[in-house]
T-cell receptor, first 115, second 116 residues
Framework: GAGVSQSPSNKVTEKGKDVELRCDPISGHTALYWYRQSLGQGLEFLIYFQGNSAPDKSGLPSDRFSAERTGGSVSTLTIQRTQQEDSAVYLC?????????????FGPGTRLTVT | ELKVEQNPLFLSMQEGKNYTIYCNYSTTSDRLYWYRQDPGKSLESLFVLLSNGAVKQEGRLMASLDTKARLSTLHITAAVHDLSATYFCAVDRERLWEVSNYQLIWGAGTKLIIKP
């Protein structure tokens, strides 16, 4: 079946430009997560959506970062006025609800390079 | 503070050897997950451990969970080059029968290099 998809797979942008990253979770998964992974590093939690509840934005590094999830499905992560330190791989994951197992399923990631 | 610590963070080993990666955590969780990440790739789920004493095996990898010690191990038997990757463990904040807020606490990852 279809897994988590992300687009674009690679994005190169100039410093100061805005970018939008898209995540399409597995159908029926109510929880959606965004993470950031810098080269050779672990996962940095950014934001989490669960159903119709208010998102947990506690991991967003600055007010230049925002995310929304429309219709409980597709999510967009927006980075305004990009900086070079924003260069990283942005990973999206989703989880099904109602199970004891809250395994996260990851998308392929978007590699963002800010020049 | 909720923490997950992996040990070691980097491991270089020869093919054919055995080794163990450790994952210590500070919560009272009994849900633990192991993931694998190949260079330049995303994370792939390896094992889901849902109770004290749980043991899962896949090929040359075996994972176990001791919730009393708050410790999970990932054991590699007779390592082969194809197992070279970064391995992450992650722990749920909540106990098995409690409502989860669906968030995991992640370890920093163990980079494993297996030399032919």
């Amino acid at each position: 079946g279809a897994g988590v998809s992300q687009s674009p797979s690679n994005k190169v942008t100039e410093k100061g430009k805005d970018v939008e990253l898209r995540c399409d979770p597995i159908s029926g998964h109510t929880a959606l997560y965004w993470y950031r992974q810098s080269l050779g590093q672990g996962l940095e939690f950014l934001i989490y959506f669960q159903g119709n509840s208010a998102p947990d934005k506690s991991g967003l590094p600055s007010d230049r970062f925002s995310a929304e999830r429309t219709g409980g499905s597709v999510s967009t992560l927006t980075i305004q006025r990009t900086q070079q330190e924003d260069s990283a791989v942005y990973l999206c994951a989703s989880t099904a609800r109602g199970l004891l197992n809250y395994e996260q399923y990851f998308g392929p990631g978007t590699r963002l390079t800010v020049t | 503070e909720l923490k997950v610590e992996q040990n070691p963070l980097f491991l270089s080993m020869q093919e054919g050897k055995n080794y163990t990666i450790y994952c210590n955590y500070s919560t009272t969780s009994d849900r633990l997950y192991w993931y694998r990440q190949d260079p330049g790739k995303s994370l792939e789920s390896l094992f889901v451990l849902l109770s004290n004493g749980a043991v899962k095996q896949e090929g040359r990898l075996m994972a176990s969970l001791d919730t009393k010690a708050r410790l999970s191990t990932l054991h590699i038997t007779a390592a082969v080059h194809d197992l070279s990757a970064t391995y992450f463990c992650a722990v749920d904040r909540e106990r098995l029968w409690e409502v989860s807020n669906y968030q995991l606490i992640w370890g920093a990852g163990t980079k494993l290099i297996i030399k032919p």
